[in-house]
Every structure is written in structure tokens, then in C-alpha cells.
């Protein structure tokens, strides 16, 4: 209940403006139109435990207290930052008494994922009976933050991080409230929807000062950016947007697109990521998507490692954009990776299988005597330079693992494997009988 000194506190604009319906809330139609999941829910009276997973800002916790305005629930909210064991059981016993009353009670946890696995365990038996309809919003992936027994239990409904339409829409109602309008240019109105990265609290946040600002000058984007604060890139270097923005590099090294691999480069380095984990993936990828198609590309990753060790940020970072340059515009080939993964599952399923004796050390006349090297033949001491023996185990077939691509160096690889195949088929054809 409000108090009649709290009704005349100070409010937050983007509390004012926090909408009061589910059908006001922007940018998130795909989850509360009739036909989408929540709409649904809804209209059939039974709302289900649910993890809102979302970026700041796109308004989990204004549809959590909404669906339980539309579904009659009592609501309750704990944030796991701020709260414990002995929070989470009071409020356990308040909802069985709701319940014993015909009353049910919808829990709202925001930041679900700070909560220990201990603490999320706890949830199971009221979530399973009933007892409370549990919303949790998060902002990190719940595959990686979440117990599977509590999610196996919760629908996991995804919120987009809000759009330039629905970005326009906040201002304009801001704009109402105020009753007049931001001293921004179009040009400025438009940075200022950019720089907020889909943030809709922060963009109210950020209104608010400019409504303090005089309405003339208009401000353009110069100015803009002299009024205000730009926002921090949302980037947490352990959580997923770590993850999704190198998989994003690496995707786009892969499909030798330079400009998106630059713009990754750039948004992770302006993220606050470790130069020097990128340039280990860049390593990674040189091996792994290029390899013998062109040898220089692991070379030059390296050499990004050196200049970035010798030279530091922000100097160093340019040796790493020259090496992702590099490797997005070289030849590509997973012809070694392929070949040792073969490799490997091939080594898994023959066991301990001996080498064949001639290719054996005999370094004590027992081992000589057992016939241990006997008819090697040395490769250099021949015409062509190999042998053509075998030195695969002799209960084993040949194996062909590595078969280059006929791209970058791996041309010459792969006529020299083909040059040398034959003269092993040679060496293992009958030889002609001779005329009677």
C-alpha cells in the first residue's frame, strides 16, 4: 500500500511509465499476442511456471506483475541478489496458506540464475504441487545457469532485446507524460535509439535528463553524445555473450566474410575481452579451418600473439585485426581436422594393435633375434625417396584419414599423395609373368 508521503516522492520516469496492461507492453508481441504463449496461457485461465530469458530492459518484470493482475494470483517478488534460504522458505509457507484458502500465488524471482543449485533444488516440490507459480527472469542463458530439474518444470520463454519501432514508441509516450518534446534532431533521435542497445529502461533513463535540458538548441548528434553518457557494451566476458559473440568471429572467419569478422573483432575487444583469448581462438581457427591450405595462416595468429605481447593494447590490437584479416581472405580446409578426428576414432576402436616388426627398434639382440626391424628398407637409401612399406598394424587395412582439398597449397599435397599412392599400388601388383 502507498503511503501519502510516498505518492508524493520522486518517480522515476520509466517507473511512471511502466505499463499497466500486458496489451501496452512493446517490442514482445511474439510472446503476448492471442496466439503466442502467453496470450494463449491467458485466455485459458492457467498460467504455468515460466524463465523470462532476456537482455535489460525488454520488460520481464512488468509482464510478471501484469500476468498476475490478469490471472487474479497474489504477487510476491524476491530478487536472488538481495535474498536467501530464509526468504525463500517464509515465503514457501505464505503461499501454502494462500493456497489452503483457495488463494494461489505467483513468485516472481528476478535474476533466477544468482540463486546457488542448492537453492533452485528448493523450488521443485511448491513449483510440482502448485503451490506457486514461479516466473524467474535472467538475463543469462538458463541451458548454463539453471538446474534441468526446475527447467524441465518451466517453459523458457525468450524476450527480444527491443527494436527501433519499439524504442520510438517509449519515447513518444514519454514525450506525453512530459508533455513536450526531447531537444533532439531526427538525426539525434535516431543515435539516441542506437546507442541504448535495445535497453528500454535506459532509454527512459536517459530521456529523463534530456527533458531537463532547455528545448532550444535543438541538439544534434555532436551534441547528443556531449549530453549524455554512452552505454557500456553489454558484454559478460564469462556468461553467453562471450560465447555468441566468438562463435560469431569464428562463423564469420569460417564463411571468409572479412568485414563481419572485423566488426566481431571490434565489438568483443570493445566488450572489455581479453586480447589475448582472441588471438588463441584465432589460433584455433588456423589449424582448424584452414590448415594445410595455406601453412602461413597459424604462422601469422602467432605472430598477432607476439605483436600484441610486445606492443599492448590499442597498438597490439591492430596486429589481431591484420591476423583476422589474414584468415578470413585465406584458402580454407578442414582436411587436417577431419584426418585427425578420423584419426582418433579409428585409434579408439583397434586398441592396442603392435606396429608391424620392421618398422620396429631391436636395440638387444633378443629383440633382433624375434625379427624386430628385420626388412625395413630406409626411404632415403631409394630411387624415389619412400619405400612404399606398409606401417599400418598388419591385421589392419591401409587407411586414407587425410584427404586435402583442391584449394591453396593443398593442390600440391594432395598431387603428391595421389604421386605416391600409385607407386605404393605398384610395389603391391603382381609382377608380369615372364613369356614362355
Known sequence: MTTLFESNAPQPLADRLRPKRLEDVVGQDHLLAADAPIGRMLASGHPVSMILWGPPGCGKTTIARLLADRTALSFVSLSAVFSGVADLRRVFQEAKKRREMGKGTLLFIDEIHRFNRAQQDGFLPYVEDGTITLVGATTENPSFELNAPLLSRCQVLVLKRLDEEALETLLQRAEAAEKKALPLGADARLALL???????????????????????????????????????????????????????????????????????????????????????????????????????????ALAAKDAYDFLGSPEGELAIAQAVIYLATATKSNAAYTAFGSARRMAMETGSLMPPQHILNAPTRLMKDLGYGKGYVYDHDTTEGISGQNYFPDSMDRQAFYRPLDRGYECTLRERLAHWQKFRERLAAPPPEKEK
Open 194 to 300: 542506437a546507442m541504448v542497445d535495445g535497453d528500454g529502461r535506459y532509454l527512459l533513463n536517459l530521456a529523463e535528463d534530456l527533458f531537463l535540458l532547455p528545448s532550444k538548441p535543438v541538439l544534434d548528434t555532436v551534441g547528443l553524445l556531449a549530453a549524455v553518457q554512452r552505454r557500456a557494451p553489454i558484454y559478460d566476458k564469462s556468461q553467453e555473450g562471450h560465447y555468441n559473440l566468438i562463435s560469431a568471429l569464428h562463423k564469420s572467419l569460417r564463411g571468409s566474410d572479412v568485414d563481419a569478422a572485423l566488426y566481431w573483432l571490434a565489438r568483443m575487444l570493445a566488450g572489455g575481452e581479453d586480447p589475448l583469448y582472441i588471438v588463441r581462438r584465432l589460433v584455433r581457427f588456423a589449424v582448424e579451418d584452414i590448415g594445410l591450405a595455406d601453412p602461413e595462416a597459424v604462422q601469422q
